[in-house]
T-cell receptor
Framework: GEDVEQSLFLSVREGDSSVINCTYTDSSSTYLYWYKQEPGAGLQLLTYIFSNMDMKQDQRLTVLLNKKDKHLSLRIADTQTGDSAIYFC???????????FGDGTTLTVKP | DVKVTQSSRYLVKRTGEKVFLECVQDMDHENMFWYRQDPGLGLRLIYFSYDVKMKEKGDIPEGYSVSREKKERFSLILESASTNQTSMYLCASWAGNTEAFFGQGTRLTVV
């Protein structure tokens, strides 16, 4: 079945760039999303990319999509302590309910 | 700028009680979803709805039911709450061709 894999932990220093990686298996995925979850809160949509795109940039966020390798990455430039959170990669297919989430990457930003 | 609202952030209920979790979205989305999030298990889909009065079982529907009487509102019902239903519950809304948004989550404790 469909699967989304992420590394569980990432630690960076404030001001550095963070790169969170994700791999997925469903080649029919149409939309790939990145969500941020702070402690005790819901999932906040950060950004998304359509499967016909290679890259999307939104302020400090850059999403890269390698369709051949089914690899998605989220780069956060100039990482701040407020970026410390769990980041989820998700793919939502064209059919309602057909969505798969990774287990989340916990990003820790050290001062 | 709130798009998906869950009625409660925190809820404590007794075993055997009937529990209603409400979710409202203001984006006129057709698709709405209920997930639960547990440590080590990630996000698991309970039920989803692709139209008013329509519902589909997700991966873990046992012990739950849902109601979608109006397009903007999707309710999750625990018919007889049990301690293993203690969890974080997340509602999501999706138009099917763009961003999918989540509510802030409801942390339910069943004692």
């Amino acid at each position: 079945g469909e699967d989304v894999e992420q590394s569980l932990f990432l630690s960076v220093r404030e001001g550095d760039s963070s790169v969170i990686n994700c791999t997925y298996t469903d080649s029919s995925s149409t939309y790939l999303y990145w969500y941020k979850q702070e402690p005790g809160a819901g999932l906040q949509l950060l950004t998304y990319i359509f499967s016909n795109m290679d890259m999307k940039q939104d302020q400090r966020l850059t999403v890269l999509l390698n369709k051949k390798d089914k690899h998605l990455s989220l780069r956060i430039a100039d990482t701040q302590t407020g970026d410390s959170a769990i980041y989820f990669c998700a793919e939502w297919g064209t059919n309602a309910g057909k969505s798969t989430f990774g287990d989340g990457t916990t990003l820790t930003v050290k001062p | 700028d709130v798009k998906v609202t869950q009625s409660s952030r925190y809820l404590v209920k007794r075993t055997g009680e009937k529990v209603f979790l409400e979710c409202v979205q203001d984006m006129d989305h057709e698709n709405m979803f209920w997930y639960r999030q547990d440590p080590g298990l990630g996000l698991r889909l309970i039920y989803f709805s692709y139209d008013v009065k329509m519902k589909e079982k997700g991966d873990i529907p046992e012990g739950y039911s849902v109601s979608r009487e109006k397009k903007e509102r999707f309710s999750l019902i625990l018919e007889s709450a049990s301690t293993n239903q203690t969890s974080m519950y997340l509602c999501a809304s999706w138009a099917g061709n763009t961003e999918a948004f989540f509510g802030q989550g409801t942390r339910l404790t069943v004692v």
